[in-house]
Every structure is written in structure tokens, then in C-alpha cells.
């Protein structure tokens, strides 16, 4: 007699990843700044334990102290950047003068230029043109719409900081009080799920931990790459640029770009076209070894197969944009923890 074949696992898997996807983008939409909070938590913990046993300094004291160590070292490097751009900045206001009468005849070269186009395009584009020059608007008016709600997010200080407090104060709370937190939930839950629940909270603190020292492998590499590219261009400062460069690799979609792109620009309308070219290519190269490697080193660091971890950043990427970079990979480490732990098991 032939068995049937048992679809139940299949089935408990696909709807442990729409859960599980769910569930993170909800907590990511909506739980951020807690989210980030309890990482920050777990990851200070054995530091805070450290200082509690050790030597002897009250919990409370000691989760102050490593966050402040913490804030303090981001601030210090926040305002390094912000310096360093603020000379590079005033640099090029100081020596834009000197190039006045070039980019008189550059600007003129450009109207010529538009003009003696206009006079050859074809009287078919100018109408088309002048029917849907209302849809073209429209479009374009959009278009800008939606870079400046993205530039919004980014930019307003407000916004930011509230972020930050609210991060900040809510790993204050989980490493302070992070005994009582997990008596609370283990009253909560069913006995025979502590054991499950372990291996599960383990293996994503150790995901958390790795997907940390992945995007610091990744952008370690972008720093070196653009230090050496900096310094085959003869840059000067390129030390200090380079790192600042690497450091901007963490902010989403911007990244390396801020420093890149006016600066080319910058470059292009002061005659120098080598160079702008060179800074260009230089960014390419930046950006496609990331692409290249990424999958590969967040991969290994979070136990996924290559294969895994590639299709999990591009299923996350397509559903949903940039946040899918992280999505992706968590739910495949989530989904991972759980059939770990047995919770799918027959």
C-alpha cells in the first residue's frame, strides 16, 4: 500500500516564515527603537555582568556607564565627520572664486549647447512634449514628493533624536532589569517551552552578534578600498576621508554616496573630468565588492548557506526595499532557531 506523503512540515515552515516575516515587519515598522534597545541590551550584558560581579558596581550603575561609554564613542566619531566635511566644504567655497570666469564660460557652454538642441529636435517630440507636458509635471512633482518624505526620514534632527532616547532608554531598562523581564515571561509561558525558548533566544542573540560583525567586516573592507583608491587618486587627507566614507556605509541608501556624488560634481563644473570620472569608478568598485561579498560574509557569520543568505536578501529586498537587506536574512535565522528548538517537529 503506498503512503500518502505528510505535507504538515512543509506547511508548518511556509507559515512559520509568513509569521515570523510578519512579525518582523511589524517590529521594525512600528517597535524599532525597542528592537534596537533589546539587542543593544543582550549584547552589553556580559560587560554589565562583568562590572555587576566582578567589580562589584551596581547593576543600574553599570548599564549607565557602558551606555555612556557607547554614546560617547558614536559622538566622537559623528562629530569627526561632521568636521572634516565642514573644512572640505569650506575649502571648496575658498577656492570656488578662483575658477569664477571658467564656470561663467562652463554655464554658457551648457545654454549654447541646450539651444542648438532645441533647434533640432523634431517637431513631433516638441508636440508630444507640449500635449503631456501637464503628465511630465505630474510625474516629476511625484517623483520629488517621494525623495523628500525619504529625505525627511533621514534628515529631521526631532525625529532622530527621539529615536535615539527611546532606544537608548529602553536598553537601559532591558539590561537593568532583565531578570525580572524573563521571570515575568517564564510565568507567563508553558513550562515544557523554557528549554525551546533557549535555544532560541541563543541562537539569535549569537545571529544578532554575528550580523553585527558582518556589516563591520563589510564595511572594514569599504573603508580599506576607498582609503587605497583615495590614495592612488593622491587625495589629500585620504585617511581621514576614507574612514569617514566607511562610516557612512552604515546609513541606509545614502552611504558612501553623500561624500561621492558632489564631490564628482564638485570636481566635474571645476574642469577637472579625470578626476570626477576617477571618483566615480572608485565608487562603483566600492559599492559592487559590498554587493559581491555581502551575501557571502552575512552568510557565514549567521550560519546560513550562502545560497540561503543570497535568496533571502533578494526575496527581502524585492518585498520590501531597503529594510529587506536585514528582513530577509532574520527571518531565515528566525525560521532557523525555531526548527532548532523543535517547535515544528512531529
Not at 217 to 237: E, N, Q, R
Not at 333 to 343: D, E, M, N, P, T
Request: with cysteine; charged share 10%; net charge positive.
Amino acid at each position: 500500500m503506498k503512503l500518502k506523503p505528510d505535507y504538515k512540515p512543509i506547511v508548518f515552515l511556509a507559515l512559520a516564515t509568513v509569521l515570523v516575516t510578519f512579525a518582523l515587519f511589524v517590529t521594525i515598522e512600528y517597535f524599532l527603537p525597542f528592537a534596537i534597545g533589546i539587542i543593544i541590551a543582550l549584547i552589553i550584558d556580559p560587560i554589565v555582568n562583568y562590572f555587576e560581579l566582578k567589580l562589584k558596581i551596581q547593576r543600574g550603575l553599570a548599564v549607565t556607564i557602558v551606555l555612556l561609554a557607547i554614546i560617547s564613542s558614536f559622538g566622537y566619531l559623528i562629530i569627526l565627520a561632521i568636521s572634516r566635511l565642514i573644512f572640505e566644504v569650506g575649502k571648496l567655497v575658498n577656492t570656488l572664486p578662483n575658477y569664477t570666469d571658467y564656470l561663467n564660460s562652463f554655464f554658457d557652454s551648457i545654454s549654447t549647447f541646450v539651444f542648438s538642441i532645441y533647434d533640432i529636435i523634431p517637431d513631433e517630440v516638441v508636440d508630444y512634449l507640449s500635449k503631456n507636458w501637464g503628465q511630465i509635471i505630474t510625474y516629476l512633482t511625484g517623483f520629488l514628493s517621494k525623495f523628500y518624505a525619504l529625505a525627511e526620514k533621514l534628515v529631521v534632527i526631532p525625529n532622530l533624536l527621539i529615536f535615539l532616547l527611546f532606544t537608548f532608554l529602553s536598553s537601559f531598562f532591558f539590561a537593568k532589569d532583565k531578570t525580572k523581564i524573563i521571570s515575568s515571561i517564564k510565568n507567563i509561558l508553558p513550562h515544557s517551552w523554557y528549554r525551546k525558548i533557549e535555544i532560541i533566544q541563543s541562537e539569535l542573540i549569537s545571529s544578532a552578534i554575528g550580523l553585527i560583525k558582518a556589516q563591520t567586516i563589510l564595511i572594514f573592507i569599504s573603508t580599506i578600498i576607498t582609503i587605497v583608491g583615495f590614495y592612488i587618486l593622491k587625495v589629500d587627507y585620504a585617511l581621514t576621508l576614507g574612514i569617514i566614507c566607511g562610516l557612512l556605509d552604515i546609513l541606509p541608501i545614502i552611504g558612501p554616496s553623500l561624500i561621492f556624488v558632489p564631490w564628482a560634481i564638485a570636481a566635474l563644473l571645476l574642469g577637472n573630468l579625470k578626476f570626477s570620472l576617477s571618483l566615480i569608478i572608485l565608487h562603483l568598485v566600492v559599492s559592487g565588492m559590498r554587493q559581491i561579498l555581502q551575501a557571502k560574509v552575512i552568510g557565514t557569520h549567521l550560519g546560513l548557506n550562502p545560497l540561503v543568505a543570497l535568496i533571502s536578501i533578494y526575496v527581502g529586498v524585492r518585498l520590501f526595499g531597503f529594510m529587506g537587506l536585514f528582513i530577509g536574512p532574520m527571518v531565515a535565522v528566525i525560521v532557523k532557531a525555531i526548527l532548532q528548538s523543535g517547535f515544528l517537529r512531529s
